[in-house]
């Protein structure tokens, strides 16, 4: 047998049972982090419980929409739930990219539930450095 004692879980467990499950019209959000690792932009996203096959990911313009479903695991019929907590149902992250990202080169790699999304930074976006000519004397701008 198990013992609760977090009286939150509760709540938030009682919230996902009176709001249901996420569904493709209306999914729930799924947490995620974002940083900037050298030349790439990365994004992870928690979906614990979700098969590869069952993640979409779209781009559309500047738009990245991130959807994955969590089905219920089959069990044997002499099964009895005692606790169920995990929530079930469709997730759904949508998040808008700066125009300085390639988006026609996002990579992504899904372990150990997590995904994660590297863009890389477009080389038009990237420092550089701009030559000045001016008669015979040329100067450097770093820009």
Not at 19 to 48: C, H, N, Q
Not at 71 to 84: M, N, Q, T, W
């Amino acid at each position: 047998m198990l013992m609760r004692t977090d009286p939150f879980r509760e709540l938030d467990r009682l919230t996902q049972q009176l709001m249901g499950p996420g569904t493709w019209s209306k999914p729930s959000v799924m947490p995620l982090d974002a940083y900037r690792e050298g030349d790439d932009y990365v994004v992870a996203f928690d979906i614990p419980g979700v098969t590869a096959d069952a993640i979409e990911i779209d781009v559309e313009r500047n738009m990245l929409t991130v959807k994955a479903e969590r089905r219920p695991v089959a069990k044997a019929d002499d099964v009895k739930v005692e606790l169920s907590e995990r929530p079930l149902g469709v997730f759904s992250r949508q998040i808008m990219l700066a125009d300085t990202l390639d988006t026609e080169r996002i990579a992504a790699d899904y372990e150990a539930g997590v995904l994660t999304l590297r863009i890389p930074i477009a080389e038009r976006a990237k420092p550089r450095k701009i030559s000045i000519g001016v008669g015979s004397n040329r100067k450097e701008i770093s820009g």
